[in-house]
């Protein structure tokens, strides 16, 4: 047997299972590409459900950084005497006078009413 033919073939057998394993490769990749597909979209989903509660939560730090930047602003007014106190007129809560009209049957039912008892009847 000649040396070449030997090479060649060793060369179709290492071609071929080149191929294949290229092939196998392939079709790794293409799972993997479809699997990513599926997490991506799946992220997207829980992401349109933390829409809500994140954008709370930045309303919210907003709130509370205006908040404390007032406080602060009030703080150093105090601090440097630079405020005036405003006191504003309070004014008196209207007072509702209610009619004291009571019909027939209002002074009927106020007759019929007793007092409940003061002691338990005995039993026995």
Known sequence: MDINLI??????VAVILGCAMLFV???KIREAIKELSDIKVSLVEAFKHLDKPLSDALAED???NRLISELLALKQAEMTGDFEIVEEPVLPTPTVKE????SRAAKGAEAKLTPPPRSFPKIG
């Open 62 to 64: 907003r709130r509370n």
């Open 99 to 102: 009619p004291k009209l009571k």
């Open 25 to 27: 490769l392939l079709t």
């Open 7 to 12: 090479m060649q073939i060793v060369l179709v």
